[in-house]
């Protein structure tokens, strides 16, 4: 019975986790649909760096998700050595994908102050757009 109300659980969460992009996607688009005189170049950038900023969060979100579930593994591993290794790997493997995105994100500031010669340190230009 247990691990039909935890499977229950686990499934609900997951599927809110996907219906979250489909629900709040209208918040992504920044152009107007109702006026087609929106929808400029400047308005797919500001799509472009709406999405890239929902994945960043949505990853930490589900890094930290990830990291409760592996330690949920741990602690009612018990007796049983490899449940409890195995939940040590889910915790490992989150931090391994976040470090991933956060070093992948890091890479890119480098990288667009490099080329847009930007000195400053708190908030180069390309991460603001200014459109007219």
């Not at 593994?73 to 989150?94: D, S, T, V, W």
């Amino acid at each position: 019975m247990k691990k039909i109300i935890l499977s229950f659980t686990l499934s609900l969460a997951l599927i809110s986790l996907l219906a979250a992009p489909v629900v709040f996607g209208a918040g992504l688009v920044q152009c107007d649909e109702q006026n087609p005189a929106s929808c400029t170049l400047c308005a797919l950038f500001a799509t472009v760096k709406a999405i890239y900023d929902f994945i960043t969060q949505l990853t930490i979100v589900l890094a930290v998700g990830y990291i409760m579930f592996g330690g949920y593994e741990m602690l009612i591993a018990g007796a049983n050595p490899g449940l409890y290794a195995k939940g040590k790997n889910h915790i490992f493997q989150a931090f391994i994908g976040l470090a991933i995105v956060l070093a992948a994100w890091f890479i890119v500031d480098i990288l667009m102050r490099a080329l847009t010669g930007s000195g400053d340190i708190y908030g180069a230009p390309w991460r603001t757009l200014n459109c007219q």
